[in-house]
Nanobody
């Protein structure tokens, strides 16, 4: 499946953004995830959602601020980001995994989008 992330931008600390990840085909059989990579750092897990959307898992630092969701009918995954902080600045990537369970490891994801830049200024 091919993925395309969008929705990034420049936002003041405390603001919000909603990222979208549109898939070229059906995503029903994929666990979906969001990752991010800041300059000079490794790509890190942010959030993951099960195939049905019933289970979600977040990086501790974004719990209560970020919400992952999916619309399988629209082949789209979202990441609602509220109360943004400068340390959230990164390129955000969506990814798809053909496994059955939520996963946090980059190597377990088969397909990746191109990334969208999120910059939070104080």
């Amino acid at each position: 499946v091919q993925l395309q992330a969008s929705g990034g931008g420049l936002v003041q600390a405390g603001g919000s953004l909603r990222l979208s990840c549109a898939a070229s085909g059906g995503i029903l059989r994929y666990v979906m995830g969001w990752f991010r990579q800041a300059p000079g750092k490794e790509r890190e897990f942010v959030a993951s959602i099960s195939r049905t959307g019933h289970s979600k898992y977040y990086k501790e630092a974004v719990k209560g601020r970020f919400t992952i969701s999916r619309d399988n009918a629209k082949n789209t995954v979202y990441l609602q980001m509220n109360s943004l902080r400068p340390e959230d600045t990164a390129v955000y990537y969506c990814a798809a995994s053909s496994g059955s369970y939520i996963r946090t490891v980059t190597t377990l994801y088969n397909s990746w989008g191109q990334g969208t830049q999120v910059t939070v200024y104080s």
